[in-house]
């Protein structure tokens, strides 16, 4: 599947011409801050569609768009927001893609800058995408953190494997869940096919380079800005 030969897309600025300085600064950094939070003070986690989180006890129940909603209110109040008032209340996988796939590469709007290229992908970056017609399940699709950038695969110009941060109740490869007895919060490493002209992301494989299979569908990649 990843045999066939790519060629790059071109870089495509995210910062709008003539955009407020506070609505183009990403907010990777804190992202990544909260994240890395949940990480170490993690003691007990678990899947769920109804966030519970006590920090004091380490304790974090959440699914992944419920994740992404919690740690962006943290982080990136402006963007969160902006998808949980389209989604008109509790913001789903699918709502973070189309807020994602509607905000123009060149402009950020509602504080988010849409990432174009999968190469140019950083730490704290959102990466959503909907659910593959192949896959039976209630769920929208599915949405994570970037925490590294990403990785090209050797041989195959247009591969590159991502180290995500999720809530899930399945592993990745190289996952902080595996040897535990816990799901939900984790950290793991996926494969994402991007378009040989645009190099924008449109197929994964959900365990890395050992993925059985490549589910092609439609994904997005943000920035908070704001």
Sequence with gaps: MLGTRFALGITIALAATGARAEDTESRGPRVMSVVDGIQNNLVEGRYSHVTRVNEKAGSYEFDCSGMVAWVLRRSA??????????????????????????????????????VARVADTLPGDVIAWL??????????????????????????????????????????DHDTRRGTERDGFGIGTILVLAHPETGAPYAYGWFGLRSGWILTTKMAIGRPVA
């Design 77 to 114: 109040p402006k963007a969160g927001s902006a998808v949980a008032w389209t989604a008109g209340g509790r913001p789903l996988a699918r709502d973070y893609y189309r807020r994602i796939a509607r905000t123009k590469a060149d402009k950020p709007r509602w504080g988010w800058a849409r």
């Design 131 to 172: 659910r593959p017609k192949e896959i039976r399940s209630v769920n929208t699709g599915h949405v994570a953190f970037v925490v590294a950038p990403p990785k090209a695969v050797a041989g195959h110009p247009n591969a590159y494997l991502l180290r995500i941060a999720d809530a899930s109740r399945y592993q990745h």
